[in-house]
């Protein structure tokens, strides 16, 4: 009985383990919502024709963050455009503001949401310190260089972090100039690939969006 119980102790050590190192796997590679704001002076109706706008010196990283968030913003009843699409510009063009008024109000858009990236800091972490004392083998320079190059030759030994604040702002097309109604900044922590940094990203806008009721959730139909 006692053997049992010693073997179902592990067990849940091993459980607890698990779940701690996934919960620290996620927090370290995933999105999350840092920042958001709701301004409860806006007082118009529901939107109907969204522009997706991606501020990024980058058209093919623009094009890629536009086509996921187009994606996900479309559900029926509900017309979205990537800005590139009607404005098409290339690497570090920023987009004439004269042109941008006359698509917004050609196109009758009601609403623009635009991202930018405000954070991109990239730092190398030491992984293993190796703060060695005067350990016996300092005495030689052979016996030294066999003990700490397998350490700092090993992959894990510098590790560079990554962190990527992107700002987003929901904006209603109403006169004179328009007005903010949400806005939000996630937090996106060593992120794999850029596909799968814009993806994090985006699932966590959209969670966000969604609970504002910005727009209609996706219903089950939409979704498949």
């Not at 066999?146 to 604040?165: F, H, I, R």
């Amino acid at each position: 009985m006692q053997a049992k119980w010693r073997d179902s102790s592990s067990a849940i050590r091993a459980l607890g383990i698990t779940t701690l190192v996934l919960l620290v796997w996620s927090l370290a590679y995933g999105s999350s919502l840092k920042f958001q704001w709701r301004n409860a002076n806006y007082k118009g109706g529901s939107f109907k024709n969204i522009l997706v706008l991606a501020i990024n010196g980058s058209a093919a990283a623009r094009a890629d963050f536009e086509d996921r968030m187009a994606e996900e913003l479309n559900r029926p009843g509900l017309a979205v455009t990537q800005s590139y699409t009607l404005m098409p510009r290339p690497d570090a063009t920023p987009i004439n503001m004269n042109d941008l008024r006359g698509y917004v109000q050609d196109n009758k858009f009601d609403a623009v949401v635009a991202s930018r990236i405000v954070k991109f800091d990239q730092t190398w972490k030491e992984v293993d310190p190796g703060d060695f004392p005067f350990y016996p083998y300092y005495g030689t320079f052979y016996g030294y260089y066999a003990a700490v190059a397998p350490v700092v030759y090993d992959p894990s030994y510098l590790e560079k972090e990554t962190d990527v604040q992107v700002e987003t702002n929901w904006y209603a097309i109403v006169a004179p100039e328009s007005q903010l109604v949400w806005s939000g900044t996630t937090d996106t922590k060593n992120p794999r690939s850029e596909p799968k940094a814009v993806n994090s990203i985006v699932k966590v806008l959209m969670e966000a969006i969604e609970e504002q009721r910005l727009i209609p959730g996706k219903t089950k139909e939409a979704e498949r």
